[in-house]
């Protein structure tokens, strides 16, 4: 029903700046938070940043005052502008959306693929 597609990812050097994108297609109306979780090898996923559609954010202490979530209805895309990377930023990042079903009113979750984020020392 929903489809996302990260982008963005890569190998940078700690300090270095990075911006993901997520794009939502198909059944798009109705998705109102849309999020980044990320999860590092040996750890269990967790947020790191999520946006309502009238642009309400909550972040992870971890990122605070570093990575800004920002979204553009209009293209159905979130983004994710990291700054100041850290070794311990390393994680495949993954976009969340959550869909309001018509009727009903039940939501779903919709999850991408994931990209790569690699921060060196």
């Known amino acids: 029903q929903v489809q996302l597609v990260e982008s963005g990812g890569g190998l940078v050097q700690a300090g270095g700046s990075l911006k993901l994108s997520c794009a939502a297609s198909?059944?798009?109306?109705?998705?109102?938070?849309m999020g980044w979780y990320r999860q590092a090898p040996g750890k269990q996923r967790e947020l790191v940043a999520a946006?309502?559609?009238?642009?309400?954010?909550n972040y992870a202490d971890s990122v605070k005052g570093r990575f800004t979530i920002s979204r553009d209805n209009a293209k159905s895309t979130v983004y994710l502008q990291m700054n100041s990377l850290k070794v311990e930023d390393t994680a495949v990042y993954y976009c969340?959306?959550?869909?309001?079903?018509?009727?009903?009113?039940?939501?779903?979750?919709?999850w991408g693929q994931g990209t790569q984020v690699t921060v060196s020392s």
């Open positions: 969340k959306a959550v869909k309001r079903a018509l009727g009903s009113g039940d939501e779903t979750d919709y």
């Open positions: 946006i309502t559609s009238g642009g309400s954010t």
């Open positions: 198909g059944r798009i109306l109705r998705i109102n938070v």
